[in-house]
């Protein structure tokens, strides 16, 4: 799983002048979806705080690859796993409806290499292989 170092990836906060720096919130649950997320995200672009990662990978989450060399996937357990949900909508009659189902076993989470630091990716890389 050799990747960029992330030395040299640019971090989002400085490709916009002016931009300031991700805030990190627990975004739980919205509404009826399918997911639960319980660990920090990047208020810019949707990423998992590194150390939350680490924390999960050490309690058996799987780290996976992607086609670009700064992102990876997380794959862990759904807290809300076979509970009734909303899969996705359709066109209705009076306008978009819910189509209902199950929420699945696991969550794929994204993780770009914008928010980690070389020494923060190498303990990352330890704990999942």
Not at 21 to 34: F, M, S, T
Request: include cysteine; aromatic fraction near 6%.
């Amino acid at each position: 799983m050799d990747i960029l170092d992330p030395a040299e990836v640019h971090k989002h906060d400085q490709k916009i002048p002016g931009m300031p720096a991700p805030d990190w919130q627990v975004r739980g649950r919205r509404d009826n979806e399918p997911y639960q997320h319980d660990y920090r995200q990047c208020s810019y672009c949707g990423s998992i705080h590194p150390e939350d990662m680490l924390a999960l990978i050490k309690s058996g989450s799987r780290l996976t690859g992607t086609t670009k060399a700064y992102k990876r996937y997380l794959i862990t357990p759904n807290p809300i796993a076979g509970q009734d949900c909303s899969i996705g909508s359709r066109p209705g009659p009076d306008g978009r409806e819910e189509i209902p189902g199950k929420a699945p076993a696991t969550i794929q989470q994204k993780f770009y290499l914008d928010h980690v630091t070389p020494e923060q990716w190498a303990e990352i890389k330890a704990a999942a292989s």
